[in-house]
């Protein structure tokens, strides 16, 4: 991640780290809004040492993997190199970089529940599955849960790149 920041972000954090009596702000990155018109959902980030926050969007966590801690999440081939899953507590030894989107997915507790019979998935695809294959859920809906630590931001309320209202700062 990089750590080179300007002046004025250091000022932001400073106040909203004051503002906040001294709770950490909520750092996610600037691409994330471009993304949503009105709220954003947002998860910390427990990779390794991470402090930032992100989107629970398949693309958004691929992205985050790919800019901020250096992983080819397309990397699927037979001859890729395996990876270990740095995610406090996790206990998953290895796996190749282009499931590790999909295994952070169930980290984030994010789930698809059908609307029908009520069978809940951990991933869309699984869903997506389900519908095809289960008799009476081929036009099911999915109700998207996520897990108890996301937070909803409402993109309206940044402005200049942070909001003291809701402790966020972006990250370009």
């Known amino acids: ?10 000022m932001v954090h400073d106040i909203l780290l004051e503002h906040h ?10 691409d994330i809004l471009r993304d949503h018109d009105a709220e954003v959902r947002v998860h910390p980030c427990n990779w390794a ?4 926050h992100i989107g ?12 901020h801690h250096g992983i080819n999440t397309s990397a699927t081939s037979e001859d890729t190199q395996q990876i270990s899953c740095l995610w406090l507590g996790c206990s998953k030894s290895r ?9 952070i997915l169930s980290h984030l507790g994010v ?10 998935l951990s991933r869309e695809d699984a869903f997506r599955r389900h519908t095809v294959e289960k008799p009476g859920c081929q036009y ?10 996301s937070l909803v931001i409402d993109t309206a309320c940044i402005d200049g790149g942070f909001s003291a209202s809701q402790n966020v700062i972006c990250i370009p």
């Open 111 to 120: 789930r698809w529940n059908c609307q029908i019979c009520g069978a809940s």
């Open 21 to 30: 009596n001294g709770v950490n702000p909520i750092l996610i990155d600037r």
């Open 1 to 10: 991640m990089n750590t080179d920041r300007s002046p004025d972000f250091s």
């Open 56 to 67: 629970v969007e398949h693309r958004q966590i691929s992205k985050h993997l790919q800019q």
């Open 140 to 149: 099911a809906q999915a109700v998207v849960e996520y897990g108890g630590k």
């Open 49 to 52: 040492d991470c402090k930032m």
């Open 95 to 103: 796996m190749k970089p282009g499931n590790l989107t999909r295994h």
